[in-house]
């Protein structure tokens, strides 16, 4: 049985489950939004799961949710008490994971557990030491050390450390304003101390290029961000009403294989790639997102990587 580990609203997944439907392929989606049943058994004698024997795995998004339904009614205002149960039932949706990863090898696709292990300095260091360029970064909460940074480069940009901002507050819902350029007024605003911010020197492009990787392959599309104000610094600055055009490219045989050496020290199988080319044509590694969103590319290229993935899981069955 080929599992699929995703959410409702996935649409990517929604596409590959087509291709596996169409391939006649036998198949089992558990989106997390949905219960599944538990049932492990550990002894001297090994490990059994009565529910769980996949061939192969597609960990597209989420965890295995464990919690009744019941739970929510019982504690709709206790959060304190659904972060404990959710904590607990995650040791289960690790276990599993853990286990088939090994079992399974190149056939478990994915990784909710690098996903949230994800760091952006800690995969600047692994890409350095894999061949790649990385702009000059200081993570920094002291304000004299940020300035001396911002005169040492002149242009810098700021973007969050982890994730987007998504704050729903009572006092309003907070989101990111994305990448941005440090100016005087941002550092004036500052105080002394201040949690840590994520600081890079300005790597001039002439354009970006995202890469998918799965299923053994490298899909890549090159953007070209530089002709909109609003894209200019980062592509991700969208500009709805004018898109970038992106098109697909070939990396170069060394940046390939560079990337491939970068995936094998990060033990990843599948993540989706943000590189940069300068204007001396050399390639610098940005970030990595291990359950990035692929469907835009796929799209925009004529990849298939829908299809792709799918005739991977079904190859076999």
């Not at 994971?97 to 079992?103: I, N, Q």
């Amino acid at each position: 049985m080929v599992y699929i580990l995703s959410e409702k609203t996935d649409r990517s997944t929604d596409l590959v489950t087509e291709w596996l439907v169409y391939l006649k392929s036998s198949f089992k989606r558990l989106n997390d939004e949905e219960r599944v049943e538990a049932s492990i058994s550990v002894s001297n004698n090994g490990v059994e799961s009565r529910y769980y024997q996949p061939r192969k795995v597609w960990h597209r998004r989420g965890n295995l949710n464990f919690l009744p339904d019941e739970i929510y009614d019982h504690y709709p205002d206790r959060t304190a008490f659904l972060r404990y149960f959710t904590r607990e039932s995650s040791v289960l949706g690790e276990f599993f994971e853990s286990r088939y990863r090994k079992l399974l090898g190149r056939n478990y696709i994915g990784s909710i557990s690098q996903e949230s292990l994800n760091n952006k300095l800690l995969n600047l260091v692994l890409a350095s030491k894999n061949g790649f360029l990385i702009p000059q970064t200081l993570v920094t909460s002291n304000k004299e050390e940020l300035v001396a940074f911002y005169k040492e480069h002149g242009c810098v940009i700021t973007k969050d450390l982890r994730a987007p901002v998504n704050i729903l507050s009572a006092g309003g819902h907070i989101v990111s304003d994305g990448v941005k350029l440090l100016n005087d007024k941002m550092i004036e605003q500052l105080e002394e101390k201040f949690v840590p911010v994520f600081l890079q020197k300005y790597v001039q492009k002439k354009y970006e290029i995202r890469s998918f990787a799965a299923c053994d392959k490298i899909y890549s599309m090159a953007i070209f961000s530089q002709g909109d104000e609003s894209t200019m610094i980062d592509y991700r600055n969208y500009n709805n009403k004018k898109p970038n055009r992106c098109v697909p490219v070939n990396l170069p045989p060394m940046v390939e294989q560079n990337l491939r050496n970068l995936m094998a020290a990060m033990e990843m199988n599948t993540g989706s790639f943000d590189l940069i080319v300068n204007k001396e044509n050399e390639y610098y590694f940005l970030e990595v997102n291990p359950m990035g969103q692929f469907h835009w590319l796929s799209e925009s290229c004529n990849y298939h990587i829908e299809r792709d993935i799918a005739q991977f899981l079904a190859d076999g069955k």
